[in-house]
């Protein structure tokens, strides 16, 4: 692999220079930080990451290389991928190829070389920032101009370039016990293969089907699933859902639960460098204890829009105080923010799913 130079630019005038590790060119987005050790696969192809540009905070990415098992989506969303190292030669049973080969395989500009740390602490003081990599202008001055112009997350609709274009069904379980229907504002697999492994059959709709699209389905229970984008952007789909309340049990999962907010009356708004790794604190009011989650998020819902009679708070971020989950006071409908389907893991929040299946049960 060649030693081709890239840089990385941000609005604040912040260059650094680093190594090409991906794709030629030069990508724009939102540039966050992550703090998982390992998922590296699950996080580029997760659709949630759709207009960001992804810095690891782990200093040593892609030792283990990637396989064709281990993707979330169709292919991989982020803008952009920064590394403080990343493994050329992988070592691991399952690996078909190596990061750098995937990174150029599916257009992804990527860098490593660059202190990750001195990234990490600028965005958890500042915020995050508009970016862009390049391989092809390495002009410091013309970089953070093009950062700077290049367009911002609050307002954008990212959901429309990573739903699915139609509906689908997923692949059946062996023994069919409910019918789901999932809308997908940018679903992950795996979400679909733990419903599918409780016995649901589920079909897909794109973000833009209505309630009555799902209803012709007949299902037990409507999903609402993760995604990129500003929640607050999407009001073509608060509709859908304020038509299924009350018709079936619903559950959400991060901007499916930023949606479901939405749909009963409340707000969101941007953090100010969100949540985004597998190491978060949320604690659970029922049974008080604390879970620890995968996250991937910046926008929250705002607790003082929800109306007390309808909608109460469940689960609670330990590190900041911010909503992690909430419920209908009164019918089988709620939500979280974080990632109970979470590959590699951890496993903490996965009886949310079987709350699901039980609440399909009762209905």
């Not at 257009?107 to 600028?122: K, P």
């Not at 069919?176 to 999932?182: E, P, S």
């Not at 859902?241 to 049990?249: M, N, Y």
């Not at 607790?303 to 089988?332: C, F, K, M, W």
Request: net charge negative; aromatic share 8%.
């Amino acid at each position: 692999m060649s030693d081709k130079q890239a840089m990385l630019a941000l609005e604040d005038g912040t260059v650094l220079q680093g190594r090409s590790v991906g794709a030629e060119g030069e990508s724009f987005g939102e540039l966050v930080f992550n703090t998982s050790m390992t998922g590296y696969q699950e996080i580029l192809t997760d659709p949630s990451y759709a207009g960001q540009i992804i810095t690891m905070t782990y200093p040593l990415i892609g030792n283990y290389g990637v396989n064709a098992e281990d993707v979330e989506s169709r292919k991989p969303f982020a803008q952009g991928f920064v590394m403080g190292e990343c493994c050329l030669e992988p070592s691991n049973w399952r690996a078909q190829q190596s990061l750098p080969e995937y990174l150029r395989e599916n257009n992804v500009v990527g860098i490593d070389g660059v202190d990750t740390r001195r990234i990490t602490r600028l965005l958890r003081t500042e915020g995050a920032k508009k970016a862009v990599i390049s391989t092809t202008d390495l002009n410091p001055d013309s970089l953070v101009q093009k950062a700077i112009e290049s367009p911002g997350m609050v307002g954008a609709d990212y959901v429309r370039d990573v739903t699915t274009p139609e509906a689908y069904q997923w692949e059946a379980p062996a023994e069919k016990r409910f019918r789901v229907a999932a809308f997908d504002y940018g679903i992950k697999y795996n979400i679909l293969r733990l419903l599918q492994k409780a016995g649901c059959d589920v079909t897909v709709l794109p973000a833009t089907a209505s309630a009555e699209d799902a209803l012709a389905l007949d299902p037990d229970g409507i999903f609402l699933s993760n995604g990129p984008g500003d929640p607050a952007a999407l009001p073509y789909v608060y509709p859908s859902v304020r038509g299924l309340v009350g018709k079936r049990p619903i559950f959400g999962i991060c901007l499916g639960h930023q949606i479901l907010a939405h749909a009963l009356g409340g707000n969101t708004y941007k953090l100010k460098f969100g949540h985004r790794g597998g190491n978060q604190p949320v604690m659970n009011h029922a049974t008080g204890k604390v879970e620890i989650s995968v996250q991937n998020h910046g926008f929250a819902v705002d607790p003082e829009s929800l109306d007390p009679a309808t909608a109460r708070i469940t689960h609670t971020n330990l590190n900041d105080q911010s909503v992690e989950g909430l419920e209908h006071t009164e019918l089988p409908v709620y939500s979280v923010q974080y990632h109970p389907e979470a590959s590699p893991g951890p496993h903490d929040s996965r009886y949310l799913f079987e709350r699901f299946i039980a609440s399909m049960r009762r209905a």
